[in-house]
């Protein structure tokens, strides 16, 4: 066993450069730039979603009174979310977002101040696209079963909007 450990020590020693004595503290030091840089990374993150919702709501179709955002992302469906809430605080806001990958995500939202139901809307578009899903009169999710369905459910959402 302790020649076992000792294999372990020398390893970290190696791979630290440092003496064996020193491992626990290079490890130590390692660990606290790992959390600097999570933190860093968590701000550098908050502030793309920013300025990504910023551009994406400046680009916005106007449709009488409100901002509709309709488009296919190449996001992960997590960073796709975080732009959908940061697009859903503003005002007269409507987000038809589709996610592109292996398994097609849509996600709806509508800022408070918009009255429409974003679960009927989805089940609509999604049934366009051959898909599935459901949510809450604000907040919804589903997907198609293939990309190119995408612009499809998108299109239907925006449809069934103007029409309600």
């Known amino acids: 066993d302790y020649a076992r450990v000792l294999g372990i020590v020398q390893i970290l020693a190696g791979r630290f450069t440092t003496g064996q004595d020193e491992v626990v503290d290079a490890v130590d030091r390692r660990l606290a730039e790992i959390d600097a840089l999570?933190?860093?990374?968590?701000?550098?993150?908050?502030?793309?979603?920013?300025?990504?919702?910023?551009?994406?709501?400046?680009?916005?179709?106007?449709r009488g009174a409100l901002r509709v955002v309709s488009l296919a992302l190449d996001y992960s469906a997590d960073r796709a979310k975080r732009v959908a809430q940061a697009l859903r605080a503003r005002p007269g806001t409507v987000v038809f977002l589709g996610v592109?990958?292996?398994?097609?995500?849509?996600?709806?939202?509508?800022?408070?101040?918009?009255?429409?139901?974003?679960?009927?809307?989805?089940?609509?578009?999604?049934?366009?696209?051959?898909?599935?899903?459901g949510g809450r009169s604000d907040w919804a999710q589903g997907g198609v079963p293939e990309n190119w369905a995408l612009p499809v459910a998108l299109d239907a959402a925006v449809a069934a909007l103007l029409q309600s």
């Open 100 to 133: 592109r990958g292996d398994r097609p995500q849509l996600l709806f939202g509508r800022a408070d101040d918009v009255d429409a139901d974003m679960g009927a809307l989805l089940k609509v578009a999604a049934a366009a696209g051959g898909g599935r899903g």
């Open 38 to 62: 999570r933190k860093e990374l968590g701000e550098l993150e908050k502030q793309w979603v920013e300025s990504t919702a910023n551009a994406l709501y400046a680009a916005a179709e106007l």
